[in-house]
């Protein structure tokens, strides 16, 4: 059979299909959850329409992510029957729990305060409506944490023990699956990429609106809170993903040669820029590296030594047994510089949209002329700024929207793949975990209904959001700006419509 072909290839790539579509709703759900609840926090606060027609304008943009998030994140969970039967036996005990606890949060937590949130805009009390979306945005992330735990367990299991006579893991610590450092820095690296995705997604929709010189007001806002989110999430980003690649390099070293190419171990060890190179003799034809900082960022020392791939190979044969341990080096080690280079870029911008911004340099403002108001840009002191400058700054941020899911995208494969041949590092390999029953046309099959499924479900996401964010914030009504009515008080609502806010 052509490995090709062969049945645990195709679920693999059906597997990383699905993952890697359905996390580009995570890190927004998680993001847009968040600021959501801090715009609505900011029109409680102060009362300032512009941060409610903010609100439901951002909120309504979550609730469409979040739905398809829903819908493709249940897919996941089917594949472990489907495709991976032997993996779902092995790791079940464990791997059941953390999964468990996101179902509750996710389908019963989450599901609540958003019913809520959404049927309860005159129904209930400003302050309480407001902590319904606080409590989703706690579930976002508590529901992401579980996930993270559970696959931290595959690149580094701890809190197991093997029951040799059923051939399977058993959990004997739950709590150390919850808090190993592993789990930790992945959860942290996680989070800040969330944040830095969904403040790119607000710079990028704020920039298509303020280029147009439409909804200025409520964008002017918008844009200045994305620009922040980037800033700092951008630099939590970074200082979590270094502390990860400590982690990683403590183990998974084969992983942290792959992404550098680092064929043979060193003292300060480089960090490759540009590698190109014959996996089948093992080094690089062609290098651009800087000496010393690898071993910086793996050690926070440039004189440690770092174990290279031939290394590490031959003492993952001598431990688990004759065996080629390697993973695919050039995805590895472009999926690294791909997930940095786009994750940067978009922090980049950020920090110059601060800039830019800091003294209402680019932004749109209004001037009345007669009886009419004009839009134009300003620079410092009520100074034109050249049209094509400040044009070109637009098109960047709009386009920088989509950077941070790319870096995500490339962030996981880079973290699944390069930590093959193993499904559970150093425990069960890739090749036992498929199921042995699938054959290679019902895998196939599956792969295509699904590939075919979420084009057609990425053609319909991608047109409710540009449908929304084309229409910008609604306009206000007394509705809106009228406190609930009291229930139990003297004035009934029977005869009212129930409000949708949406």
């Not at 009390?125 to 979306?133: E, G, K, M, S, T």
């Not at 996930?147 to 399977?168: C, E, T």
């Not at 930790?184 to 403040?199: I, K």
């Not at 800087?290 to 793996?298: I, M, T």
Request: hydrophobic share 50%; net charge positive; charged share 15%.
């Amino acid at each position: 059979m052509d490995l090709a072909w062969a049945p645990e290839t195709l679920a693999r790539w059906q597997f990383g299909i699905t993952t890697v579509y359905h996390f580009l709703f995570v890190p927004l759900t998680i993001s847009l959850a968040a600021l959501t609840a801090g715009l609505q926090t900011a029109w409680v606060r102060t009362d300032k329409e512009r941060y409610l027609r903010a609100t439901k304008f951002w909120g309504k943009l979550f609730l469409i992510n979040i739905a398809m998030g829903v819908v493709t994140g249940i897919v996941q969970e089917f594949q472990f029957g489907m495709n991976w039967s032997d993996y779902a036996r092995f790791v079940g005990d464990v791997f059941g729990a953390p999964l468990a606890f996101e179902a509750l949060i996710a389908f019963f937590f989450e599901s609540t305060f958003i019913g809520l949130w959404i049927f309860g805009w005159d129904k209930l009390p400003r302050r309480i409506h407001l902590a319904c979306i606080w409590m989703v945005s706690i579930g976002t992330v508590l529901s992401a944490y579980f996930i993270l735990a559970a696959n931290s367990w595959m690149q580094h299991p701890v809190g197991y023990r093997m029951d040799k006579v059923r051939g399977r893991a058993q959990l004997t610590d739950f709590w150390a699956v919850l808090t190993q450092n592993t789990a930790l820095a992945q959860a942290f690296h996680t989070l800040a990429a969330s944040f830095l995705t969904g403040g790119a997604f607000v710079v990028g929709v704020a920039a298509f609106h303020l280029f147009r010189k439409r909804h200025v007001t409520v964008m002017k806002t918008s844009l200045r809170m994305g620009l922040i989110t980037v800033a700092i999430a951008g630099l939590f980003t970074a200082v979590s993903g270094d502390t990860l690649g400590k982690v990683m390099f403590r183990q998974q070293p084969m992983k942290m040669a792959a992404a550098e190419a680092l064929w043979n171990g060193q003292k300060s060890a480089p960090f490759s820029i540009f590698a190109y190179g014959d996996v089948s003799k093992g080094h690089n034809s062609v290098e651009l590296s800087v000496p010393g900082v690898l071993s910086f960022l793996a050690d926070d020392d440039v004189h440690s030594y770092v174990p290279g791939i031939n290394d590490t190979n031959r003492a993952e044969q001598q431990k688990y047994g004759p065996g080629d341990y390697r993973p695919i080096i050039p995805v590895t080690f472009w999926a690294f510089r791909w997930m940095i280079g786009f994750g940067m870029a978009s922090f980049a911008v950020g920090m110059a949209g601060l800039w830019l911004t800091r003294k209402k340099f680019l932004l749109p403002q209004h001037l009345r002329v007669g009886e009419d108001e004009v839009p134009h840009l300003v620079l410092f002191r009520n100074k034109a700024l050249s049209p094509r400058l400040g044009g070109l700054y637009w098109l960047v941020a709009i386009w920088t929207l989509a950077f941070p899911l790319i870096a995500d995208s490339w962030g996981w494969i880079f973290t699944e793949t390069g930590r093959q041949p193993w499904v559970v590092y150093g425990v069960l390999q890739t090749r036992h975990a498929v199921s042995p029953g699938v054959s290679q046309a019902e895998v196939a099959l599956s792969m295509s209904v699904f590939t075919l499924l979420y084009a057609v479900l990425a053609v319909v996401e991608v047109k409710l959001l540009a449908k929304y964010v084309k229409a910008g914030p609604p306009e206000l009504t007394e509705a809106d700006l009228a406190p609930p009515t009291r229930i139990g008080g003297d004035t009934h609502d029977a005869d009212r419509p129930m409000a949708f806010s949406y």
